[in-house]
């Protein structure tokens, strides 16, 4: 028997190129929907270029589904973990278990936010990992969530924002309050059982607290984001 | 003796004291959504809730709560009840709550065919009140008999639209209390003799 230990392949990539195939597509065909008026076409014109529309749109939600399936089922990350942010930085894998939390629990936050088509990037989120973990350590931990917030922010970890106009929060803001409603909700206490419910209710104390949050990351005020991390994470 | 009952029994579980798990916002949104589940079926009505608004006189009274709690331990009991009508003055702020329809089970000159939305706020209120009152100082709470006046329930109605600070002292005298009608809102102007507080020197 071989002494060889096989390290698993890293998963992230074909995630990550899974979700960004979906988003095209989803934008795509969105698109192509909202671009071509087919009735100001004379005829016979206008029934094959509904045909030709039809076939294609069925084809965009074919390859959409497959996409969404295969990232769902085949390469997983669907289940939002309930471990403190504290913890996670002290795991071995630190930046590919923050990655995959974030990922879920941004995701879950943006569809509770109403801003579902909003693309979020795993790999970003493992960049702006990286980044924190350079800096000196012997910080609070709210103090590190907040940079690490604005390390998510510089990374571009959301594609697509501006285009959710019908958001709970406007286009503008919902980058910085879905981020800081994830990053709170990584901080606070939480059980299994109570976990979602957290992530839900962090969500709605980042909207409430949008003026302030919007203003924080606006002028890249670490402090002022710090702070009402330290004031609200009991409070989830 | 008032026919009006709090329900204190459909409140969440916790592991935590209450009056630690009512200022964390999963536990109160979950708090509020049963009771006004439970309160739509006894009055024969639907509510709709709105959680941003709800979230966002969660937050605010939290700012109140710090802003004006007492270094004094000794008043700490006093305060306590005073929270409570802190929460209904931010609920009534603007309601997170509106009644799709009318009351159809509730009697038709009771305050909560009257107002059904502000009727279930306080209940609400009172409830999570009693229940931690009873888990922290082992009190059981009593209601004035002014909760079965409508009058109060149009006086409450109407003055809060105007100034919402008159909520919280309607509650404290749905609890017995005197409020300072000045400014009932502030815990520092309350009455002297009244919630709890110590004697004057």
Redesign the interface.
């Known amino acids: 028997m071989s002494n060889h230990s096989f390290h698993r392949p890293d998963a992230m990539p074909l995630r990550e190129a899974l979700r960004g195939l979906r988003f095209v597509l989803r934008r795509g065909g969105e698109a192509i929907a909202e671009t071509f008026d087919l009735d100001v076409l004379p005829k016979p014109a206008s029934d094959f270029a509904n045909v030709a529309l039809r076939e294609a749109g069925d084809f965009l939600r074919s390859v959409d589904e497959i996409a969404s399936d295969v990232a769902k089922n085949l390469l997983g990350g669907s289940a939002i973990s309930a471990l403190p942010l504290q913890d996670i930085m002290e795991k071995p894998n630190a930046r590919g278990d923050f990655a995959v939390a974030f990922y879920v629990a941004l995701t879950t936050v943006l569809r509770h936010l109403g801003a579902a088509k909003v693309l979020v990037s795993e790999a970003a989120a493992r960049a702006a990992f990286d980044r924190l973990s350079g800096r000196v350590s012997e910080e609070t931990v709210e103090n590190r969530a907040a940079q690490l917030t604005f390390c998510l922010l510089n990374a571009r970890v959301m594609r697509g924002t501006t285009a959710q106009q019908a958001a709970l929060v406007p286009g503008a803001s919902l980058e910085a309050v879905s981020l800081f409603a994830v990053m709170l909700w990584l901080q606070a206490a939480r059980s299994d059982e109570e976990n979602e419910a957290a992530l839900m209710a962090a969500s709605d104390m980042a909207v409430a607290l949008a003026p302030e949050i919007s203003a924080a990351a606006a002028e890249k005020d670490v402090a002022r984001i710090a702070a009402l991390y330290k004031k609200y994470v009991s409070h989830v | 003796m008032s026919e009006i009952k709090l329900n204190t029994g459909v409140l969440p579980a916790t592991n935590e004291p209450l009056r630690i798990a009512v200022?964390?916002?999963?536990w109160f949104?979950?708090a509020f959504q049963r009771f006004v589940e439970v309160t739509a079926r006894d009055l024969g009505c639907t509510f709709e809730i709105d959680?941003?608004k709800?979230?966002?006189a969660?937050?605010r009274w939290?700012n109140a709560v710090e802003i004006q709690r007492p270094a004094d331990k000794s008043e700490r009991k006093a305060f306590f009840e005073f929270a409570a009508a802190l929460v209904l003055r931010e609920l009534t702020a603007d309601l997170p709550l509106k009644a799709t329809g009318p009351a159809t089970l509730a009697d038709s000159n009771s305050a909560a065919a009257f107002w059904p939305e502000g009727y279930c706020c306080t209940l609400f209120c009172l409830s999570v009140h009693a229940a931690a009152m009873e888990q922290e100082f082992h009190d059981q709470t009593a209601l004035d008999p002014a909760i079965d006046d409508l009058r109060h329930w149009w006086s409450f109605k109407e003055n809060t639209m105007q100034d919402t600070s008159f909520s919280s002292g309607f509650l404290q005298m749905l609890l017995g209390h005197q409020p300072n009608w000045m400014m009932p809102d502030v815990f520092r102007a309350r009455i002297k003799s009244d919630l709890g507080a110590p004697p004057q020197n």
């Open positions: 200022r964390r916002m999963r949104k979950q959680d941003v709800l979230a966002a969660f937050m939290l």
